[in-house]
C-alpha cells in the first residue's frame, strides 16, 4: 500500500500530465486527416503541375498548362455553372423546406415521432441506394411518377404535360438538372431540419412567451425573434448542405454520369470522368483543385460561425 | 371600486398535479396587488393563465369585465415583465421597446418614435437606446424591460418576481421605484413575488398562496397581524409566528410580541411561557432567542438589541405576551378563530 502511493505509476504520471496527454489523444485525429486529406491534396497538387496520365505515371513539371488547358474547354464553364447553379437552387430549396419542418416539429401533434423517423430516414439511408432508388423512380420507361401523372390526368394525349406517356427525367437538359437538385433536396432537408430543430428548441421559451404577450402573431415572432436568434445555427447547417452538395459526386454519378451530353457534368463528375475515366490524371486533379478555394472560404464561414454561437 | 380582472374558480392541472386549485381573486382598477407564495405553489402559474399563456382547465378569468379565458395574449391588452426580464438579445433597445407597438400594428413610424423616446425618457433610459441588451447592468435592463411594457399603454401590467435578478441594495431602490412608477401611471398591476418583504413593501393588497390556492387576501397590515391561517402566520414574518398547541386550540404569537419578563412591560392578563433557551443570536438590530417550551415547541423571541436580556444556552427564563397579541387557530382546519365562539 505505502510504496504505491510513494512511487505512482508511470501511467499514473502520464494522466497527470496535460501537455503529453492532450497530445497523445489528439495524435490518431492529426494522423488520420494528414493520411486521408493532407496527403491527397499534396498529390493532386503535385498531379495538377505535372504531366501525369494513366498511361504515364512519371511526374514532368509543366507549370500551369493543365488549369490552362482545361479552363479553355466548354465543359469547364458548363461545370462551374452546374456546380453553382445546382448548389444554390438546392440550398434555397434546403434552407426552405427544413424551416418549415423545424417549426412543425417544434409543435405538439398527434404521430409526432413517426412523422420526425421518416423524415431522418433519406438523411440515414446511404446516398448511393436512396440515389438508385430516384434513379427507377425517374427511370424513363418505367418511372411510376409518370403513371401518376398520366392516371390524374397531367399527362398523356391532350394534356398539360404534352403528349408523350413518359417524361423522360434523366433524358432532357432542364428535366436532368432539375433531378439532380431534387434529389440533393430529399436528401440533405433532414439533416438542415434536425440542426434548425436544435437552434429551435434552444432558444429560451421566456423570449417567445414575451413575444407573445408583446402581441405578436406567430408568424411575426417567427421571422423577427426566432429566426435572428438561430441566424448562426442556420449558417452552420447551410454551410455544411452547401459543401455536401458542391462537392457531390454520388448523386450526378448515380443518376446521369453526367448526361444528357455534358448538361449536369458538375465539377467532380467531370474531374473523375477526366482523371480516371479518361485516364488523364494530371487534368482532372486540376479540375478537382478548383473546389479548394471555395472550401477553404467555406471552413472559414463555419468556423466563424460557430464562434458567432459560443459568444450569444 | 369595480374589480377589473377577476378570476373566477380558476383551476390548472398539469397531468394530475393541481397547480391552481380553485383561484377566485378580484383585482380592482389601479391598484398594485401583489400574489405571494413559497416556490410551487402556483403563483406563477395562475399569473400566466391570466397574461393567456396557459389555458385554464377549468373556471373564467375577466379582464374590465370582459370574458378572456380563451382569449390569446395579444388579444387582451396586457403587459408582462418576466423574471429574466427576456430582452430580445438580437435588437438595441430602441428595437426591444419599439417591438409591442410594431407587433400592435396600424401606427405611423413617427408615432412609435415618439411612444418609445416618451416610455424611454419616463424610465431615464434614454441614453441607453442603441446598446444591446448584453451592454445593460441588472438594473438597466429591468427598466429597459418596463419601458417596453408600459410603451403600448396596455390595461394590465404583469410582473413575475421581477426584482429577484438585482441584487440586495439595488433591489430596495428599484422597488421604491416600481412602486412610484406604478401609481404614477394608476396601472392595474399584478406582481408576483415569493419574499415577503418585497410583498409588504410594495403591495396594496397581498393575495397569500400556498398549494394552488390563496389562502388569504389583504393589506400587508391585514394578513401580517389578522393571518388567516397557520400557514400564512408561519410564512409572514421573518421568523414567522410561534406557535403552540394548546388543549382547544393552537395558539400563536408573533416573535416581536414575545418579551423577558423582567424587560416587559406587560398587562396583568399576559399570558406566560417558560423557555428553554437553546441559542442566542445576535443580528445586530435584533437578537433572536431561539428555545423551547415544555419541552418540545420550538419557539423565537425576537427582542430589540436596546434591550438589556442576557442569557446563554441551557438557562430557563420566563417570557409573556400580551393578551391582545394572542391568535387563535382552529386545530383541525389551522384557521384563524375566536376563543368561545361556537
Known sequence: ?312 | MTSFVETQALRKHFAGVKAVDGVDLSIQEGELLVILGPSGCGKTTLMRMIAGLEIPTEGEILIAGEQVTKLPPRARHIAMVFQSYALYPHMTVYRNIAFPLKAQGGLAKGEIDEKVRHAAGVLGIEPLLDRKPRQLSGGERQRVALARAMVKEPSVLLLDEPLSNLDAKLRASARDELQRFQHRLGITTIFVTHDQVEAMGLGDRIAVMYAGKVRQVGTPDEIYSKSADTFVATFLGSPGMNLIEGPEYTVGFRPEHLHPRDSARFEDDASSYVITVDRVENLGADTLVYGSVDEGTNVVAKIPSTSTFFASAGDKREFVVNTEYLRYFDKETGRTTTPGAP
Open chain 1, 1 to 312: 500500500m505505502s510504496t504505491e502511493t510513494a512511487q505512482p505509476s508511470r501511467f499514473r504520471s502520464l494522466a497527470d500530465n496535460e501537455r503529453a496527454l492532450g497530445a497523445l489523444m489528439l495524435a490518431p485525429a492529426v494522423i488520420l486527416i494528414l493520411a486521408l486529406v493532407g496527403l491527397p491534396l499534396v498529390l493532386s497538387i503535385a498531379f495538377s503541375l505535372s504531366d501525369v496520365t494513366v498511361g504515364d505515371t512519371s511526374l514532368d513539371y509543366v507549370g500551369l498548362e493543365n488549369f490552362r488547358n482545361v479552363t479553355r474547354t466548354p465543359q469547364f464553364r458548363r461545370a462551374v455553372i452546374d456546380s453553382i447553379l445546382f448548389t444554390t437552387a438546392a440550398l434555397l430549396i434546403i434552407i426552405v423546406l427544413a424551416n418549415i419542418l423545424a417549426v412543425v416539429f417544434t409543435q405538439d401533434f398527434r404521430g409526432k415521432w413517426l412523422a420526425r423517423i421518416l423524415v431522418i430516414l433519406p438523411w440515414a439511408t446511404p446516398i448511393s441506394l436512396g440515389t438508385l432508388g430516384w434513379l427507377w423512380l425517374l427511370d424513363s420507361k418505367f418511372s411510376p411518377i409518370d403513371w401518376v401523372l398520366v392516371q390524374i390526368g397531367l399527362l398523356g394525349p391532350d394534356t398539360l404535360l404534352g403528349p408523350g406517356l413518359h417524361l423522360n427525367y434523366l433524358g432532357r437538359e432542364y428535366l436532368a438538372m432539375g433531378s439532380v437538385v431534387l434529389v440533393h433536396v430529399w436528401r440533405l432537408v433532414p439533416l438542415s431540419a434536425v440542426i434548425l430543430l436544435a437552434g429551435l428548441t434552444s432558444i429560451d421559451q421566456e423570449l417567445i412567451d414575451q413575444a407573445q404577450v408583446d402581441g405578436a402573431s406567430g408568424l411575426r415572432t417567427y421571422l423577427q425573434i426566432k429566426l435572428p436568434l438561430i441566424t448562426p445555427i442556420l449558417a452552420i447547417a447551410s454551410l455544411f448542405a452547401f459543401i455536401l452538395i458542391f462537392t457531390d459526386l454520388v448523386v450526378v454519378f448515380v443518376l446521369t454520369r453526367g448526361g444528357p451530353i455534358y448538361y449536369t457534368q458538375v465539377l467532380s463528375m467531370w474531374s473523375y470522368n477526366k482523371g480516371i475515366e479518361g485516364g488523364a490524371l494530371a487534368e482532372g486533379a486540376a479540375i478537382a483543385l478548383f473546389f479548394a478555394p471555395v472550401l477553404f472560404v467555406a471552413a472559414i464561414l463555419i468556423l466563424r460561425s460557430v464562434r458567432r454561437i459560443e459568444v450569444t
